[in-house]
């Protein structure tokens, strides 16, 4: 017996590879095989009972379960199980109606109520036979059960053999029908659960028999290779050691070396960069002052010195960008206005592109991107100068920009129909310093190694495409930078300043009681840092700086205050401590005229939350 039913619960299931898949047929094949045993044995009660309709409609179900079973032999599993959950209601529904409609059988009230207890028994199959990895065929296989509770009693209506059609009255049938539903819902929700969890359960078991059967073979391996190598390790140990310490001690010095060239190499770039650019200017004012005098061959000696210190001038100020890029200079984030910035571009340009002239077509799908200002304006810059500068002189030039989030990114693209670059020759010095491509027109071969420095700089990327004498093209990709509410700008033991870009302000944080000099200097940059980033909303925070002299109030009155509200300041947020310092609040109360004659508004608050929320309310009003 025991074989036979081993042989019957793996029916089917030779090529059958994914256990969930295997555990369902087996439950499906058992299911029928129980299936046909149990509608054998009703069929037989009832046909001794009386042989009629009914007895003869329950001994068809084993025949219906042997179909379901030759299924799954062939090799349809799938249409099986589903077979076997659409045909479970079905028959249910069928024998209850049957039963009814034999002729001289009295049809009491527990024939509505036990067919019913039958489906919500047998809801439990769809969750047996199917698991959450076929989701889909798992709804779909509890469809007809709950058709079967919905459509019970209006397929007995239609039969004419419905609860009040058979003369019976109780109220509480129709409360006992949704008693029935709710049941049902439970013992499928309870079985989905089950199922659900039996699911994850096994498949965190496979996982881990499958991790360690890996295991189990890499341990294998690395056994025997550390019984290989242990022999080995202990003989070069000891001359290991010794090579780690003379290795340890060069490392040392090499580092130490490094540090050293490391800073001298900054200095002499910078000395370079900026200190030669006082002389260079010395030689151009000199050089305007020979023009006045200088005649004939003279004048011409002039003009070419002065051609020198020019290219002099422009080489000393790129390789001061450089030096500044390789250094971090400038990486302050700002909301810039991408096609505003565009046009202060082209600006230049604009006589070139009325002589020849150059359309510009410009797509921008992105308006507002957060990042370094300076950076993007010179790479905008420079593309668009080659752009220009490298246009084709047999067909009218164009020039088209977009720009475009893709996937959570900027993306710029300039392309022309110049004279194009030889990409298969030119390839690999595309963006090396002093490079050139086309010798027709001037150039110092900088350029695209500024842009592509500036694009590395900003944490992005450039791709080029490019046909001799058709088009060149030009692909930058910028990250989407978020936190750009506190950008540091100054970090001092006494006190920070930092850019918030999202509402174009600048703050300052005091860290403790400061004197005169450091009081000053710290508001001094910040006028500096104000002019730069456009500023116009302030924040400062005076909880931790303690009190000010008078006559750094009357500073603040006479130099700082009209500075910032000539600057464009608009707002500004002060952040004090519960009792506030009684003659700094008489100031601002004596001084209300002079904001009010700027037109600035001015908020004192206790928290920083507080004022954030100032100056968000009166942005959003403006």
């Known amino acids: 017996m025991k074989k036979y039913w081993h042989k019957l619960s793996f029916n089917g299931t030779a090529a059958l590879i994914h256990p969930f898949d295997l555990e369902s047929v087996i439950i499906t094949n058992r299911l029928c095989s129980i299936g046909v045993l149990f509608v054998l044995v009703i069929g037989t009660l009832l046909g001794i009972r009386q042989w009629n309709a009914e007895p003869i409609f329950v001994l068809t179900f084993p025949i219906v379960f042997s179909f379901i079973l030759w299924l799954i032999h062939m090799g349809y599993s799938t249409s099986a199980r589903l077979l076997l959950c659409f045909i479970i209601p079905m028959l249910v529904v ?97 079985a989905l659960v089950l199922r659900k969890t039996h699911d994850e359960v096994q498949r965190n078991n496979l996982n881990l028999i499958a991790q360690l059967n890996d295991s189990n073979t890499q341990l294998e391996k690395a056994h025997d290779r550390f019984q290989k190598q242990n022999e080995e390790l202990s003989h070069a140990n000891h001359r290991l050691a010794d090579k780690v310490a003379l290795a340890d001690q060069d490392l040392r010095k090499t580092n130490e070396e490094l540090i050293r060239h490391n800073t001298e190499l900054q200095q002499f770039s910078y000395i370079v960069s900026h200190d030669l650019r006082g002389p260079v200017a010395s030689l151009l004012g000199l050089l305007e002052l020979l023009k ?108 088209q920009i977009r720009t475009a989030d893709v996937g959570g990114q900027f993306q710029f693209v300039i392309r022309d129909n110049g004279i194009g670059i030889n990409l298969n020759a030119n390839r690999a010095n595309m963006f090396k310093l002093y490079k050139r491509f086309n010798t027709h027109t001037e150039g110092k071969g900088i350029g695209l190694y500024l842009v592509n420095l500036q694009v590395n700089a900003l944490g992005g990327t450039i791709h080029v495409a490019s046909e001799v004498d058709s088009f060149t093209e030009f692909t930058i990709t910028l990250p989407m930078h978020e936190n750009n509410e506190k950008q540091v700008l100054m970090d001092v033991p006494y006190s920070n300043i930092f850019f918030d870009a999202t509402r174009t302000m600048i703050g300052i944080q005091w860290k403790c009681e400061v004197n005169r000099d450091e009081f000053r200097l710290v508001l001094n940059r910040s006028l500096n840092f104000m002019r730069e980033y456009n500023a116009t909303h302030g924040l400062m925070d005076i909880r931790q700086r303690g009190d000010i002299s008078r006559e750094d109030h009357l500073w603040l009155l006479e130099n700082y205050f009209p500075s910032i509200f000539k600057l464009g300041l608009k707002r500004l947020a002060v952040i004090h401590t519960t009792e506030i310092n009684q003659e700094t609040l008489a100031f601002y109360e004596r001084n209300r005229s002079v904001f009010e004659k700027y037109n600035i508004q001015i908020f004192f608050c206790e928290s920083t939350d507080e004022a954030y929320q100032w100056l968000d309310e009166m942005k959003v009003l403006v």
């Open 94 to 190: 069928g024998m209850s109606i049957i039963s009814k409609l034999v002729p001289g059988e009295e049809i009491t009230d527990s024939e509505y109520f036990d067919y019913r207890f039958v489906l919500i028994g047998t809801s439990i199959v769809p969750p047996l036979v199917f698991g959450f990895d076929r989701m889909k065929l798992l709804g779909l296989s509890i469809l007809p059960f709950l058709l079967a509770f919905v459509l019970f009693d209006p397929l007995h209506n239609y039969f004419t053999v419905g609860y009040y059609q058979v003369e019976h009255i109780v109220p509480s049938y129709a409360i006992s029908q949704w008693i029935c539903t709710i049941m049902f819902g439970v013992i499928v929700s309870g």
């Open 292 to 399: 006045i005098e200088a005649t004939g061959l003279e004048n011409d000696i002039v003009e070419h010195i002065g051609k020198s210190a020019r290219n002099l001038d422009n080489m000393v100020k790129d390789l001061g960008m450089i030096v500044d890029i390789r250094n971090d200079i400038h990486k302050i984030r700002q909301a810039v206005d991408v096609r505003r910035l565009i046009e202060d571009v082209l600006v230049p340009f604009q006589k070139e592109i009325q002589e020849f002239p150059i359309r510009i077509e410009c797509l921008t799908e992105i308006n507002e991107f957060y990042t370094v200002r300076p950076m993007l304006t010179s790479i905008v810059h420079n593309l668009i100068s080659n752009a220009v500068k490298y246009s084709a002189k047999n067909r009218p030039p164009s020039i």
